[in-house]
Nanobody, 118 residues
Framework: QVQLVESGGGLVQAGGSLRLSCAVS????????MGWFRQAPGKEREFVVI???????DYTDSVKGRFTISRDNAKNTVYLQMNSLKPEDTAVYYC????????????WGQGTQVTVSS
């Protein structure tokens, strides 16, 4: 069973930075797609970025140029570097994993709160 544990959330002022981490256990995840998603209060969960097993990445438009996903396969960890944060980035951020040949993200972390004050 794959388990994901996020960390690194917190309170930051607008314009500041945070780095989220997602530790993956249970499987070697080098061939898994890894994604970060977020859910703001009263809104549906949305995708932020997906890393397609290191071959390519997709970012939602609102974070392009500000957020960067990276992964350390040796540590089974994926990161989300968030710069130039805005109040509208406030949300619970979730890490997710999708196994090869699957069409859905099957594994999810518990989420970590990011709050950006104006």
């Amino acid at each position: 069973q794959v388990q994901l544990v996020e960390s690194g959330g917190g309170l930051v002022q607008a314009g500041g930075s945070l780095r989220l981490s997602c530790a993956v256990s249970g499987r070697t995840f080098s061939n898994y797609a890894m994604g970060w998603f977020r859910q703001a209060p009263g809104k549906e969960r949305e995708f932020v970025v997906i890393d397609w097993s290191g071959s390519s990445t997709d970012y939602t438009d609102s974070v392009k140029g500000r957020f960067t996903i990276s992964r350390d396969n040796a540590k089974n960890t994926v990161y989300l570097q968030m710069n130039s944060l805005k109040p509208e980035d406030t949300a619970v951020y979730y890490c997710a994993a999708r196994a090869p040949f699957r069409s859905e993200f099957d594994y999810w972390g518990q989420g970590t709160q990011v709050t950006v004050s104006s």
